[in-house]
Structures are given as structure tokens and as C-alpha cells.
């Protein structure tokens, strides 16, 4: 299909909204009732026609506004943007893949030419048609990393690997739940999860760097991670904590359904062939309580996650404040009808909310 | 003097050990306030023979017994910061083999140390003994300014004003712990301030 990009915002007014087919597509991060972290990772070999997971980087209705945001957050903060000096060539790498990638899955939206090292790239939404030199960073205007993720949703780490560990040094971090690049950068795998509760002690961050490390050119591996935001707002950094921490307390029992979010991360993992660097995109979804709310299955399975979710998960996903608010809307879409396994909407199968008593 | 025993804390958070002669064709030894008694410890006569011996008084009266210990090379810098010139130097100009030893607060050891590794030094060859002050060297997430030696939490950012709280994760390469806003989500809410460690 084409897609209709959306003009919205992710600041200010709030402009972002979903379509009916961004909606369907949603990655919903739960295929059971319940939560906890576990290494939950699988092969990233496509997926259904249509889904996020169909193509290597997924390009939505939220492409451009999506740049336009990164674009002012770069302006205002360029330390969200970084590579260390031995992470050049893996920029190219990525340059490389995303490229490859978006101008084979996306034909009609991104071309790649290549003659030699001088390469000729149309980006057709964004209106850039440049021609430049393979590995020669006076080609470009900026870094081969900047350049092309300011032309890629989501956030991207690069990770050096040596020493049997990754290494996180070089990354465009616009869009985060609220982690900084500028103080994660140089970390390796363990120190950058330092603050995450309760994944240390089961083992899961030593089970996941080891299938990370054995990853290989042309298998990448993806799993999904998700938050809470209140407002759609992407740029939930920490250097801006101070500014947009108080929209968390602009929550109301009228407001919830279109005020909260919920974020999900379809994070993908690929080898990169010259640096033996791993690239890590993180893509961030956002969906409002309402819009989840219009398919049952994710209505019924929401509530009892978040219901039951342990108090560690929610105080560090940010939302243990507005857990009992979230849940006197969430109940009222949970009629305690079964749910089914995997986390796809079935709005055909799954039989529609049965109205409460009291509604 | 007694140790402090840091209590257990996440995986980005340095740990810090004895000081331990070692071999080595040269010795490089620095130290502020009462880290020089784990100088004084650990030096051996065979190890000052080929020793630079950099000491930061912030006020204590360690300066003779340090000199006592005959290094090679003795220097007193007035700060750490009136000190990192010359710090710079002595890696840059290391040869193979040096021995690093870092005695005192956590501020020091962890710049001293950037300096060893952006120098190309092993972090095999580099040994930290914490001593004397608890207090942690901050930057601010939001502002990116540093403050030195904070000993309470919450404390106000000494760059852009703001109430900070003391976070456990640490960047090694900033040589700093995170401080974030506290009342970000509640202006105002200031809890009063207390020992990090009370
Ligand atoms: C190499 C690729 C990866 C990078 C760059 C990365 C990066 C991060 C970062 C920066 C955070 C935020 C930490 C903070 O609070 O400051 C985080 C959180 C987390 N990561 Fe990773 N990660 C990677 C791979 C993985 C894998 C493979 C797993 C598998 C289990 C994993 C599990 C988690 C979990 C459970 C959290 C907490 C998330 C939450 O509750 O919202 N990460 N990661």
C-alpha cells in the first residue's frame, strides 16, 4: 500500500495520532495476561504482510513528522548524536545497511545507485537526492551515522564488540525512555542495564549478551520492549526530565483515554559486515489508552497486566504514581472474559466487550 | 584510619580495592587528602627507586612522610585540576609496564583513571583504593555541568540551580555519577538534604 504521511507533533499541541491501520498494526507487547522480563528474543525474518515486522525498518505514517522532531531535538542538543573516534566505519556500515535496506523493501520511496564508491541517494518523502563518495565523510554533511538515521525512525546504538562484551559507542538517541546517550556512551552491556531491577539477578542480561555476541551478518533477531508516556511526546530524555516530568500529573479520570500511552520498542539486532559492529534500532510505537482500547482482546489483557505488573516494573517504567488511575479506566474495558495466546488483536474472533452492569 | 564499606549497589557503580605492590619498570602513584596513607602502605624501597609520587593535600599534613619515602619524583599540586597537566605528561611519556596506584576519593581515582586509559595504559596496571571523603564528583543529566565533591542528596547543581538527586550510575568516561531533578514531577518538593550514605 501507500502510505499517508502524517503532518503532526509530537511536542506543544500533540497533532500525533494513529490511523485505523496504524492501530491494527500496533505492536501490542503482551501474548499472555501477565509480565516479567525474559530473554525474548526470535530470528527477525519478516513477518505478515502489512505487520511492523514484515520489513528490516519499518517505515509508518509517522516518517516524516518523525524526522522533523529528531531534526529539533538535534538543534537543541547535539550530544544526542555521538560516535566514538574508532566508530566511523561502522557508520558507514549502517549507512550501508539502512540504504540497502529501505531502497530494496521500499522501491517506490528510497533508490540507491551505486557506481563504484559514488553512490546516488533519493529519499523521495523527505525530497534529498545526494551523491557522495562510499567511506568519504567530506561527501557528506554530516556523519555517515547522522546522516542516514536522520533519515530512519527510531534510535539507533552501535555497539562495538571486543573483550566478549558490547560496547556502546556511537549512537542517535532522540526518542528514549528516558536514558542518556551522552552519559551511556563508552559503557559496556552490563553497566548500561545497571539500573534495571530485577533482570541482574535472573540471569536474563548474561543469557541475552551471549546470544548478542553470536548474532551473524544476515540473521538479525528482534524482540519488543514497551513504557508508559503521558502525551506522545518522543523525546522523554533525561536531559529533559525537568521539563516534561510534570505532564505525568496532568492526568485525569476524562483525560486518560487520549492522554496515555503506551510506547512499545521493536528493537532488532544486525551484525554490520566491515566493523563487525552490532547495530541496535530501537523503534518506538505509541498508541493512547482509547485506541487500544477498540480492540478487546488488548482492553481485557492490558488491564490484568498492568493490574498485576510487580512494583519494582512499575516505579521503573515511571508510572507507579498513575498505576491506580490507569486501572480505574483499564477495569472498565476487562470483563473477565479468557484471552487468546499471542499478542495479534483477532478483532474478527475475539468476541467484542460485553457491557458492564453499572454502563 | 578505618575503611568505608560501600554498600552493594549496580553494576555501573566502581568498586574499589587494596593497593598492592607490584612489578613493574616504573610506578606512578597518586594520591589526594588521606589516600596517602594506602601510599605510604603500599610503597616498598625497591618500588621508589623508579616511583612518581603525585600528591593533592586538600589540607591534610602528609607531605613529609610522603617525601620520606625518597621517590624518584615527587610533586604536590595544589587540586586535581592544577595537577592533570602534568598527570597527562607522565602517561603520555609511560613506557611499557607502568604500575598505576590511585589512593583517596572517588573523584580523583575516577579522572586519574580516564587519564591512564585514554593513555593507553591496561586497566590490569591500574589499581584504585578508596580513602577518606565519601563525597562523589555529579553531573548534572539536564545541564551537563559538573559538581565536585557532593556529600549530601539531594544537592543543588552548582551550573543551572537545580535539585538534583544522587543517582548510583556512574560513566567512566565523565568520571561522574548522574544527578537528576527530584522534584521535577512536584516543584518544589525538596526533601531536606541528607548523607549519602545515611
Ligand atoms: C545491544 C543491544 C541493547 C542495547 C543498546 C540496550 C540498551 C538499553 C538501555 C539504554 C536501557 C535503559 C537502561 C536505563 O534505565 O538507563 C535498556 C533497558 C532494558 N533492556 Fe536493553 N539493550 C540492549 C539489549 C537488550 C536485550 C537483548 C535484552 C534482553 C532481555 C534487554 C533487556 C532490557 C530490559 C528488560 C530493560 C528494562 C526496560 C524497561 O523495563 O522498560 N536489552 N536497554
Redesign the pocket.
Known amino acids: 500500500m501507500t502510505i499517508q504521511f502524517n503532518d503532526e507533533t509530537f511536542r506543544d499541541d500533540y497533532s500525533f495520532h494513529n490511523s485505523a491501520w496504524a492501530i491494527k498494526r500496533f505492536p501490542f507487547p503482551f501474548h499472555e495476561d501477565s509480565y516479567m ?5 526470535e530470528q527477525h525474518r519478516g513477518g505478515p504482510a502489512g505487520s511492523i515486522y514484515e520489513k528490516r525498518f519499518d517505515v509508518d505514517e509517522h516518517y516524516l513528522s518523525e524526522m522533523r522532531d529528531r531534526a529539533m531535538v538535534l538543534a537543541d542538543d547535539p550530544l544526542r548524536c555521538q560516535s566514538l573516534p574508532h566508530m566511523t566505519l561502522a557508520g558507514w556500515d549502517l549507512l550501508e545497511l539502512i540504504m540497502v535496506s529501505k531502497s530494496e523493501d521500499y522501491p517506490e520511496l528510497f533508490e540507491l545507485h551505486r557506481d563504484g564508491n559514488t553512490w546516488r541517494w533519493v529519499n523521495k518523502p523527505m525530497g534529498i537526492d545526494d551523491t557522495f563518495t562510499f567511506l568519504d565523510e567530506a561527501t557528506l554533511p554530516y556523519g555517515p551515522l547522522e546522516y542516514i538515521t536522520r533519515q530512519a525512525q527510531g534510535d539507533w ?1 552501535v ?1 562495538d564488540q571486543r573483550d566478549d562484551n ?1 560496547w ?1 559507542d556511537a ?1 542517535m ?1 532522540t526518542t ?6 551522552d ?2 556512551i563508552g559503557m559496556n ?1 552490563f553497566e ?6 530485577l ?1 541482574h539477578e535472573k540471569g ?2 548474561v ?3 551471549k ?2 555476541l553470536n548474532i551473524q551478518q544476515g540473521s538479525p ?1 528482534r ?1 519488543l ?3 508508559m508516556t503521558v502525551t506522545p511526546l518522543l523525546d522523554t530524555s ?1 536531559e529533559n526530565y525537568h521539563k516534561w516530568g510534570i505532564q505525568k500529573t496532568t492526568l485525569t479520570p476524562e483525560n486518560i483515554g487520549q492522554k496515555q500511552h503506551l510506547r512499545v ?1 521493536l ?1 532488532t ?1 544486525f551484525r554490520l559486515p566491515r566493523s563487525n559492529a ?1 547495530v ?1 534500532p ?1 523503534r518506538a510505537y505509541l498508541c493512547s489508552f482509547q485506541d487500544l482500547m477498540t480492540m478487546p482482546k488488548w482492553g481485557r489483557r492490558l488491564h490484568r497486566v498492568i493490574r498485576d505488573l510487580p512494583e519494582e ?1 512499575a516505579t ?2 515511571g508510572f507507579i504514581a498513575n498505576r491506580p488511575m490507569m486501572l480505574d479506566y483499564l477495569s472498565k474495558f476487562d470483563d473477565g472474559l479468557p484471552t487468546s495466546d499471542g499478542i495479534w488483536p483477532e478483532f474478527e474472533s475475539e468476541p467484542p466487550l460485553k457491557p458492564s452492569a453499572d454502563s | 584510619m578505618s575503611k568505608f564499606e560501600f554498600p552493594p549497589s549496580i553494576k555501573s557503580r566502581p568498586i574499589y580495592g587494596t593497593l598492592e605492590p607490584r612489578k613493574g619498570p616504573a610506578h606512578l602513584l597518586i594520591a589526594d587528602a588521606v589516600g596517602a596513607e594506602a601510599i605510604i602502605e603500599v610503597a616498598t624501597p625497591e618500588m621508589m627507586r623508579t616511583a612518581h609520587i603525585i600528591y593533592i593535600p586538600k589540607g591534610t599534613e602528609f607531605s613529609e612522610k610522603l617525601r620520606a619515602l625518597n621517590p624518584a619524583q615527587y610533586y604536590e599540586g595544589a587540586s586535581y585540576a592544577a595537577s592533570v597537566s602534568r598527570i597527562h605528561k607522565v602517561l603520555g611519556d609511560a613506557k611499557m609496564g607502568l604500575q598505576v596506584y590511585l589512593a583517596g576519593t572517588e573523584g580523583m581515582m575516577g579522572q586519574a583513571q580516564l587519564e591512564a586509559t585514554n593513555a593507553g595504559i591496561p586497566h590490569s596496571a591500574i589499581q584504585l583504593e578508596h580513602r577518606g571523603s565519601v563525597a562523589r564528583r555529579m553531573q548534572c543529566v539536564h545541564c551537563k555541568g559538573i559538581t565536585e565533591d557532593v556529600e549530601v542528596d539531594p544537592f543543588v547543581c552548582s551550573h543551572c540551580g537545580l535539585n538534583l538527586f544522587v543517582r548510583d ?1 556512574y560513566s567512566r568516561r565523565i568520571a561522574a555519577y548522574q544527578g537528576v531533578c527530584i522534584d521535577a514531577e512536584d516543584l518544589g518538593n525538596v526533601p531536606p538534604s541528607k548523607g549519602i550514605y545515611e
Not at chain 1, 528514549?176 to 546517550?181: I, T
Not at chain 1, 548500561?192 to 531491577?197: G, S, T
Open positions: 522480563y525474559s530473554v525474548n528474543m546504538c555497539l558490547l556502546m549512537g538517541v528514549q525512555a528516558d536514558w542518556s546517550l552519559f551511556d552491556f548500561w542495564h545497571a539500573p534495571v531491577p533482570a536474563i542480561f543469557r541475552a549478551l546470544f548478542l533477531a524482540r520492549n514497551w513504557t533525561p520498542e528493537q539486532f552490532l541496535f530501537i516494573l521503573y517504567k | 550510575h
